[in-house]
């Protein structure tokens, strides 16, 4: 029974680290309807209204010329409304191709009896090289990204497109260029009003700064009257007003830190953030939140000891099967918190060594006659090799 329920498959747990899976479709499938609502509403009242001007102007016997015009321009908005519906209807077909292929994937799971079954094995691969295309994304290698993505045949269960573009605008913001990342916000404002994000503020603000430094003074009052004086950190306005009597070389805040070249950067992590935030992306990549998971779970106290393992400790009698405890992970496990066990296992007839250590009786008494000591004089510590005095073990009673 207890091996039973050591390998059983619990894919609820599992499906914790996939959730992102299904609701970035949903928040780009979601965008979409927003976006053809907004075209049909816009062409219906546009329509309706030149309806309604062009039957007026027939009562008043307009010239038939004219009319016909008129509904000509009609007929030829509706022609263009159809392009960008079957445009948009072509893109949310892929999403939805890609929704059922993910769906498929976390069924799977649901169809795995056990985590010694060898699908099992299969799933958690194609897992591993999802989280491994979605770490390339997040450090900007897209060709990396893509070309592992095809080789694997998980195109349909990574974001490539939602990554890449995200990168790009990034990259153009550290280039001190706003026009893409303003674009971006221009097309998400809706969706960025109801996180309440200040990033079009941020990046208008960024274009005043310019302004000043390069001290087109004029142009910068009026931009700031256009962009900025509506807005409601007014805070922020009233201090970006100083700059137009501070020069780029002043050493007075606030007004050198808002100059500050540094404010690209700042940018680019400002937008990155409400880029995550909007459409439901965790901050971190995925791969570090499945690292940090598995090393907290397996990583103790004593992993980090200094006789940890035999490869640590050359005199050490045993070899350690932990992971943390191995050359590659010991390190990067070391500020990772423990594994919450709430329950503890110990050896039959524990005994404690003068070094601390506790150890069954009976495995102490095995390690002494393995290396040619008389147990009813001397123990042998298993790991560190050290040798006591039989009489100095004590007992050890657990209440």
Not at 320 to 332: A, G, K, Q, R
Request: positive net charge; glycine residues 2%.
């Amino acid at each position: 029974m207890t091996e039973l329920t050591s390998t059983k498959l619990n894919a609820e747990s599992h499906l914790l680290l996939d959730q992102p899976l299904l609701r970035l479709p949903h928040e780009l499938a979601r965008k979409k309807f927003k976006t053809v609502q907004k075209h049909v509403e816009h062409e219906r009242d546009v329509v309706l209204s030149s309806l309604k001007s062009t039957a007026n102007a027939a009562f008043v016997e307009q010239d038939s010329v004219q009319t016909l015009a008129s509904l000509d321009t009609m007929i030829s908005r509706m022609q263009g409304l159809k392009r960008k519906m079957e445009t948009i209807h072509a893109e949310e077909k892929i999403l939805h191709q890609h929704s059922r292929k993910r769906l498929q994937h976390l069924q799977d799971l649901y169809e795995i009896p056990s985590l010694a079954d060898v699908k099992y094995d299969e799933w958690s691969r194609v897992r591993l090289n999802r989280l491994l295309v979605d770490y390339l994304l997040r450090s900007g290698y897209g060709e990396s990204a893509s070309a592992l993505a095809r080789e694997k045949g998980i195109e349909e269960l990574v974001d490539l497109d939602v990554f890449v573009q995200c990168h790009k605008i990034k990259e153009s913001l550290r280039g001190r260029n706003t026009q893409e990342c303003l674009a971006w916000c221009v097309e998400n404002r809706p969706m960025m009003k109801k996180i309440s994000s200040n990033l079009e503020f941020q990046l208008r603000l960024q274009q005043y700064v310019e302004l000043c430094r390069n001290r087109q003074l004029l142009e910068a009052m009026q931009y700031a009257q256009k962009y900025l004086a509506s807005h409601v950190e007014l805070w922020a306005v009233v201090q970006a007003a100083g700059l137009l009597a501070y020069p780029p070389e002043t050493q007075t805040e606030p007004y050198k830190g808002l100059y500050s070249e540094s404010r690209w950067n700042d940018l680019a992590r400002l937008f990155i953030r409400t880029h995550h935030e909007l459409f439901s992306i965790p901050a971190q990549p995925l791969l570090h939140i499945a690292l940090s998971a598995g090393l907290s779970a397996l990583k103790t106290p004593s992993c980090h000891s200094k006789n940890a393992s035999s490869s640590a400790n050359a005199s050490s009698s045993t070899t350690s099967v932990c992971p943390i405890c191995s050359t590659e992970l010991n390190e990067l496990a070391r500020n990772m918190p423990y594994a919450h066990h709430p329950k503890s296992y110990v050896e039959n007839d524990p005994v404690v060594l003068p070094n601390g250590r506790v150890y069954g009786h009976e495995r102490l008494k095995q390690t002494s006659l393995k290396y040619g000591l008389d147990p009813a004089k001397y123990v042998k510590d298993p790991t560190t090799a050290e040798v006591f005095d039989a009489s100095k073990i004590r007992k050890v009673y657990i209440l």
